[in-house]
């Protein structure tokens, strides 16, 4: 199942509807980005797609124990990589519009 090609096509349209999602959603809200932000956005996106694709192909094979121990240890750095983005980026920007 996880090394079907239907699976990646699946979660590549997930990550892109997500990323003109984030984009409709910050013309809402009047926020612009710069390139870096755009850069550290898409970065995070493609690391959150490879954790993904390293649990899954682990899973498949049979190594449990590398496949949960990676979503742990790579899903906690994405989680603090979207908390610091939140937090450095958004924060001030949405700060300024107020």
């Known amino acids: 199942m996880f090394d079907n090609g ?3 096509f699946i979660v590549g349209i997930g990550a892109t509807l997500a990323v003109f999602g984030f984009n409709e959603w910050l013309n809402e809200k009047q926020v612009s980005f710069n ?10 996106v493609l690391f959150l797609a490879f954790t993904i694709a390293f649990t899954t192909i682990n899973l498949a094979a049979q190594e449990i124990r590398a496949g949960v121990w ?10 603090v990589w979207a908390t610091l983005g939140w ?3 958004l924060r001030q920007k949405f700060a300024k519009t107020a």
């Open 87 to 89: 937090y450095f980026v």
């Open 35 to 44: 390139w870096w932000q755009w850069v550290l956005t898409v970065g995070w």
């Open 6 to 8: 239907l699976l990646w």
């Open 70 to 79: 990676g979503l742990v240890i790579l899903g906690i750095v994405a989680v």
